[in-house]
């Protein structure tokens, strides 16, 4: 999958981003995935993210010998993840933690703890950003008023990245839509191409 996917994003003149599932993707398969994108395409995945929106997967129980999933499970599971990586290759640069909606309320934070934590090693802070969070809830009204108050929702996150980290580190908007499709997701690997 990754060796098409990579010959597509040269095809159409992309770069790849290549997003593994957290949880769902151990540190020896990540670090495999790495070695081998290296060695067939040379140079050519340099951007990776861990996690696919983890905070929908919140209180899965994917694995009878862990808790459920959570933001702190997902943080360990990060860095094990990310040093695997890295040791591979030092020059990926990795994304997470490609939260779904879990960042603009203190209740509902997974961005402070995981930046608490992860800030140290994380590249680039990555999130999905979707205008409203159910299809019955697409009204012209409702879109508007998210758009006006999208600038002082990114500079808020770009103010909590900054305080919470004790190095720069930049905000991405690695997927968005007016809506997030409820669908239940099940962990796999899903490549990204960003133009």
Known sequence: TLDLFTSYCDQVGCVPLVRLSLPGISADTAAYLVAHVND????????????????????????????????????????????AMKLIDPGLVILGPE???KYSHAED????????????????VSIHRFAVRKESDVVDKA????????PALIRGLED????????????LITAGN?????????????????V
Not at 117 to 124: E, K, L, P, R, T
């Open 40 to 83: 067939a395409h040379p140079g050519r995945v340099e951007y990776w993210a861990l996690g696919d929106e983890p905070d929908r997967l919140e209180g899965i129980n994917d694995d009878p010998n862990q808790s459920p999933f959570n933001v702190y499970r997902y943080i360990n599971e990060f860095r094990e993840v990310y040093n």
């Open 109 to 124: 934070d997974w961005l402070t703890p995981f930046l608490r934590y992860d800030g140290d090693i994380v590249n680039a």
């Open 160 to 171: 909590r990245v900054e305080v919470n980290t004790s190095v720069t580190v930049p905000l």
């Open 99 to 101: 939260l779904a909606s």
């Open 178 to 194: 007016v809506f997030a499709e409820a669908s239940t997701q099940t962990p796999s690997i899903t490549p990204t191409a960003i």
């Open 143 to 150: 879109v508007l008023k998210v758009l006006r108050d999208e």
